[in-house]
């Protein structure tokens, strides 16, 4: 097991010597950003042979990740030792934020062993530090619009740089802003928490920051740091929307403050909300940063794995996808013949017009077991489960181009062709890859109920 520190301000050097020289663009790699969230992730760091290891809680949660290793050479090397400290803790490897070279050399290292998957709500943005500074050519021309309507609307501002007298009336904004976005200021989110854990330590941490005034008003501040030696991160910039153009004026300003030394700026990820998806890309990122997940599948997951792109031909990211999102080892029924996986089905929940419906996915039989009934006994398998829970419905879709299908289906009660919409919190897709061919067969708990024109088919991960 590995002997792992919580992150205190007195490690600060410790870690950068790794992350500073590593040329690494992860914001969440910050030291700043590591300190100032320990409350929520209670991030922890050690070194195992050369390697800077992050341990964290995802999410705040009770999974522990591990943020991809940093250090000269390739990282696949302490990997078991990783897999043997997660399993210390009664849990499987989680490896997090890989940039697109540590997944392929993951890959490599361990084939068939790791799924992988990039949730684009966590990328992060990163721009060129000069296209901030000076907003250039046609495509920044609406921020410029917005930063001269400022100018002449409030010819009084002035910029300064964030020091700790400053602090309180920054608060002050971020809370009056929080109360008319939000309606309550009664408890500091996590967020204001890390904040004033900033303030608190702000030299300490290598912050550096700006405020924008109009006359003796705070109208905008942000504040970040560096995260290696040519990427600084903005961690923070909050603005009073009363002036229409703080967020332009005090974006650019606050790159050009910034040492010539840094030629990339990361803004952080969008979260997935869709304003500030649209903020973040109005101002062109040179590149989405990509963050990629890895768990280490259990043998049952790489048999699903394997058996899935031996039947259906789907790649690498579809099938990691499912296995990340949708996949619960109870909700997957199998045959097994000569110590393999033969045969499967997935049961997914599902709400429809008709009520509560199971989805009856991924039906797959190896070719080497074919012809044997392992499907059939599955279906009835799986149709028992679906009855014993009081589905009122019960649907699949057959694979287009084998009409067959529809006979072997229609033995089990299933019946009608209507056109599928699939609904999911996180957009994956469940049909068949072209919506014109999703068409459902259904079984009715209830025979003789009518069935919709279409079935709009909504995921409900909450009854895995």
Known sequence: MIEFHPVRLADRAAIERYTMPSGIR?????????????????????VVEGFLVVRFQIGGGPKIGYMQPVGEGDFTRIVPALADDAHAHGQRLRLIGLTDEGRDQLRRACPGVFAFHSDRASEDYLYRADDLRTLPGRRYQPKRNHINRFTAACPDFRYEELT????????TLERQWRRVHEGHTSELCAEQRAMQLAFDHFDELGLRGGCL????????FTYGSA???????????????AFEGAFAVINKLFAEHLPPQFELINREEDLGIEGLRHAKLSYHPAELLHKYAAIRLHPDEAACKELWMKVFGDGNEFIDTFLMRCYRRDRMLTAQCKGRTAAMLHILPFDTELGRSSYIYGVATDPEFRNRGLASQLMEQALRQCDER??????????????????????????????AEFRSPDGFDFGTGDPATDLAMVRLRQPGTPLPERLTCRYRPDQL
Request: proline fraction near 5%.
């Open 26 to 46: 992860n914001c969440d790699l910050a030291f700043a950003n590591m300190f100032c969230w320990q409350a929520v992730y209670r991030s922890a760091w050690a």
């Open 164 to 171: 700790p007298e400053r602090f309180a009336e920054c608060m």
């Open 213 to 220: 005034y109009v006359g003796e008003r705070l109208a905008a």
């Open 227 to 241: 995260v290696s030696e040519r990427t600084f991160v903005t961690h923070v910039e909050k603005a009073d929307t």
């Open 390 to 419: 009081g589905d009122e419905a019960v649907f699949l879709i057959p694979t287009p181009d084998k009409e067959w299908l529809r006979g072997f289906y229609g033995r089990f009660g299933f019946s009608g062709a209507v056109p």
